[in-house]
């Protein structure tokens, strides 16, 4: 009797089966399409249909290479898992997804060959007890995979070009469009399924473009590498309205699935700059995106485990506004990246962090609901990324394990890197009163509230400043207007 090999729907790419090492004649593959995969949280239905597609073709070309391979449906991953036999399965990073293959008493768990950094080396990477930075990590990687770098020194003299990569947008500024693919005609009858299974879920299936072959996926980096990546770092923390995609690359989706490895992004891109056709700056902000934070935050979900899902260090408990979900609200910059979200699962980093997780912090919602539309909302979540991205990052809700600052703002910083003001109802000069920005009353507010735990915080300390010289009357009218807010 030979093996089975079960695959999740992220778990897509060739390294999979090379790693199994399976034997053609007699091992078959399996994957599952069961409800709890896609109901465990109340995902976006572009990412179901993402998944659901990427599966499917890829048992079709699977099957022209002469592999057993097929899609099984099941009620629950355990269910479908119950009567294999000679299970050999690679282990998710996922908790929960971990917890159901355990049910099934596997013969074998093989480590995850779609991360360049191993699961068992985080505890070392990562030492409890001590407080974590990406930059040393980073550069550790750079030199262990010898990636930009001359020697034992960094290409350029310096490991990151972080300061060259957040130029606010011109009037003048224009990106390459980039690549999109058509639905064919398989994806088109799973995009009816998944309108009819899931019709409460969120999100629209109107304008689905995202890759669901490795074909497709190469196709999109190689784009991205020729036509988008020498604008990608100069703006790439910039948003402006009817402009989703800027220069980003949009391959998220297809990393998490599994349609490309981290290795051949990498390399992909220094080649670019190798041969002259990238500059170094935008280069190395994509590379430190993928070879630093992508492996940094599975490094931390791990070695933190479940209980970091609980993370609530202001004990914040309001409800998360029902405009996440609808996008309606006066606020444009709230406005707009909510419906791109709703059109496309999808919003770049600055977007998230800096208007959505921003916003989420400062109006005090209970982190656990924002963590539960991070992960229900984008093309590319999956639990493992959104954990520490939102309430690491985003919300400052571990207390600072994973970032020394609260990563907060008023409406300054977004009328400066965004056109998102110049069509609001809310004045960004204004801090109090009723048309003024909610961004501006709700910062101070935040700090006001929370001065306590951050007098120790270096990094803090001039804004907390400006806070305490504020005349007390302006110190009470920017309270009074927060706290209407927040009724």
Request: glycine share 4%; hydrophobic share 35%.
């Amino acid at each position: 009797m030979g093996n089975t090999l079960f695959l999740w729907s992220h778990q897509l790419h060739p390294l999979y089966l090379q790693e199994a090492k399976l034997n053609k004649k007699k091992d078959e593959i399996i994957l599952i399409d069961s409800d709890d995969q896609w109901t465990y949280y109340h995902f976006h239905k572009q990412r179901i249909l993402l998944h659901l597609s990427a599966m499917h073709h890829v048992v079709r070309s699977y099957q022209k290479l002469g592999w057993k391979i097929k899609v099984i449906s099941a009620k629950t991953i355990a269910e479908g898992l119950s009567s294999m036999k000679n299970l050999i399965v690679f282990r998710p990073t996922n908790h929960y997804e971990q917890r159901w293959i355990e049910q099934s008493k596997p013969k074998q768990i093989l480590d995850d060959p779609l991360f360049l950094i191993s699961s068992d080396a985080w505890a070392d990477l990562l030492p409890k007890g001590q407080s974590w930075k990406l930059d040393p990590l980073y550069r550790r990687f750079r030199k262990q995979f010898s990636i930009l770098m001359d020697g034992d020194q960094p290409v350029g003299g310096k490991f990151s070009f972080d300061t060259e990569n957040r130029k606010p947008p011109t009037n003048d500024v224009s990106f390459t469009p980039s690549q999109w693919f058509v639905m064919d005609e398989l994806t088109t009858q799973l995009k009816a399924q998944v309108e009819k299974r899931f019709v409460d879920h969120p999100g629209a299936l109107t304008d689905f473009s995202y890759p669901v072959t490795r074909e497709d996926a190469l196709a999109l980096l190689k784009h991205f590498l020729i036509h988008r990546l020498p604008t990608f770092g100069d703006y790439q923390d910039a948003m402006l309205t009817n402009q989703p995609w800027m220069s980003h690359s949009l391959i998220a989706s297809s990393l998490n699935l599994g349609l490309l490895s981290p290795k051949e992004v990498i390399e992909g891109a220094e080649t670019m700059y190798q041969e002259g056709k990238a500059p170094l700056a935008a280069t190395e902000g994509f590379i430190r995106q993928i070879l630093g934070w992508r492996e940094y935050v599975r490094g931390i979900y791990l070695v933190l485990g479940e209980d970091y899902l609980t993370s609530n260090h202001f004990n914040h408990d309001r409800p998360l506004p029902e405009f996440y979900y609808t996008g309606k609200t006066d606020m444009n910059c709230l406005k707009t990246t909510v419906e791109e979200t709703i059109a496309h699962g999808y919003n770049h980093h600055i977007q998230r962090l800096m208007v959505l997780s921003n916003y989420a912090n400062l109006a005090e919602v209970n982190p656990q609901s924002v963590n539960r539309w991070f992960n229900e909302m984008y093309i590319d979540s999956s639990e493992w990324v959104v954990a520490a991205n939102v309430l690491g990052m985003g919300l400052h809700a571990d207390g600072g394990k994973m970032a020394t600052k609260p990563y907060i703002a008023s409406g300054a910083y977004i009328n400066k890197m965004s056109d998102y003001c110049d069509d609001c109802a809310f004045q960004v000069t204004l801090k109090t009163g009723k048309k003024a920005c909610p961004f501006n009353s709700l910062y101070w507010h935040y700090l006001a509230t929370k001065k306590d735990s951050f007098q120790a915080n270096p990094r803090m300390t001039m804004m907390l400043s400006v806070w305490k010289k504020m005349d007390p009357k302006d110190q009470s009218d920017i309270l009074r207007r927060a706290k209407e807010l927040l009724t």
